[in-house]
């Protein structure tokens, strides 16, 4: 099987493979899956994140489902007290990902994305002239030749493994998430509740009147067992402790969403100083910068990540009236040297708004954490959401070779 370009799709990164068919080439994508479905339940995109989908043009099919929200509060469960962060601009949407990961398929080629698959391994041949072609070795004995390959298969990526990258390390931290579902309806506000105690968090987010997006982080823990023992556990050990609002919404919980999973990150500096690419072949999403929940942009900044893949590939598809693979090397270079460091930033600020918010049990963390983190450095940490990554290339069919 002959391509002129092959992506490792799993998640939303399918904007991966959008990026780069609005941008004049032709992807493929494989999941592992059998259909469309999810690990979450849910995504919090972040003003970030919507320009990212204004880009790939599929904002406009979420926004009349989602409502904003305006605020969030956030309860020391300790003391009782309550600080109040507003969310400035048009504030911040919650959506499935299902619905997210539907509309992006949408955009795509019938066909485009091939499911029941997992890479096995990856080669590269020579084609003379310096240039190259990637070779995608499928479990299934399938074999796929491509001009570029971009690899957004996850925080375990085998593209990433491939290009020398670090692996990912644990982060100290594990995580419940799950779906809650009030039939009734729930009652609650537009805005977004967070619980902090020693050495864990907590929270919900609101989908829609009836659906609640909620979850749970602590320290080193490991839960195991199926979702009635989870929920038991949350409710009568995590936290017992949290206000009734919370232990409601974790009642209603729909069992069958239920996941816990040790958080993972990349480390910073392997993000700085490592290879990100490798001639035709890259990554983006998990596969390069797997972070820890805190800023909530793990999502985002993947959509991120296709829009500026997206764009320096089209300039070259412009440039050539076509793929060229020597430049496309350079696009795909000039691609990592825009995304490497705002990557690395955002995994240090997400590890350190985390570490501040839960960890921190000592007196003086606390005054730090109420006393000047939510009131002075949150806003300025959150202001990473408001980046703009810019506008993919118009290209037209009559600007590239046939």
Not at 101 to 122: C, G, M, N, Y
Not at 246 to 263: C, F, G, K, Q
Request: charged fraction near 20%; include cysteine.
């Amino acid at each position: 099987m002959s391509l002129s370009t092959f992506l490792v799709t799993c998640k939303i990164r399918v904007g991966s493979s959008i990026g780069f068919e609005k941008s004049g080439g032709s992807s493929f994508g494989i999941r592992e899956v059998t259909r469309i479905k999810v690990q979450w339940y849910s995504l919090n995109p972040h003003p970030n994140a919507w320009r990212a989908l204004d880009a790939l043009g599929v904002s406009h099919k979420l926004t009349p489902i989602y409502a904003p929200l305006v605020k969030g509060c956030v309860t020391d469960v300790s003391t009782g007290d309550v600080q109040q962060l507003l969310f400035p601009g048009q504030g911040t949407r919650t959506v499935h990902r299902k619905a997210l990961l539907e509309a992006l398929a949408e955009e795509l080629p019938t066909d485009s994305i091939r499911f029941s698959s997992k890479l096995a391994a990856i080669e590269t041949q020579e084609q003379g002239s310096g240039a190259s072609i990637t070779v995608v070795h499928l479990e299934d004995g399938t074999t796929i030749k491509s001009k570029v390959l971009i690899g957004c298969d996850g925080v375990h990526s085998v593209v990433a493994r491939w290009l020398g990258l670090a692996e990912p390390v644990y982060s100290g931290r594990s995580a419940l998430r799950g779906l809650a579902v009030f039939p009734q309806g729930h009652g609650f506000d537009q805005e977004m509740q967070q619980f902090v105690d020693v050495g864990k968090r907590a929270g919900f987010i609101l989908l829609n009147d009836k659906e609640i997006y909620f979850g749970l982080s602590c320290k080193g823990e490991n839960m195991e067992g199926d979702p009635e023992q989870l929920q038991r556990l949350l409710l009568e050990k995590y936290s017992k402790n949290f206000p009734p609002v919370y232990l409601d919404v974790v009642r209603h919980a729909n069992l069958s969403t239920l996941t816990w999973a040790p958080v993972m990150l990349r480390h910073p500096w392997a993000i700085m100083f490592g290879n990100l690419s490798k001639g035709n072949v890259t990554v983006a999403g998990d596969a390069m910068h797997p972070m820890t929940p805190d800023l909530g942009q793990g999502g985002g900044s993947a959509l991120e990540d296709a829009v500026v893949l997206g764009r320096h590939i089209g300039n070259s598809v412009m440039k050539n009236r076509g793929i060229v693979p020597g430049d496309m090397a350079k696009a795909i270079d000039d691609y990592v040297k825009e995304r490497r460091w705002r990557a690395a930033w955002l995994i240090i600020g997400s590890y350190l708004s985390g570490w501040l918010q839960q960890d921190g049990a000592k007196w003086w963390t606390k005054i730090l954490r109420d006393g000047i983190f939510y009131k002075y450095v949150f806003g300025r940490i959150h202001g990473v959401t408001h980046y703009d990554c810019g506008k993919l290339p118009a290209i037209s069919s009559g600007e590239l070779d046939q």
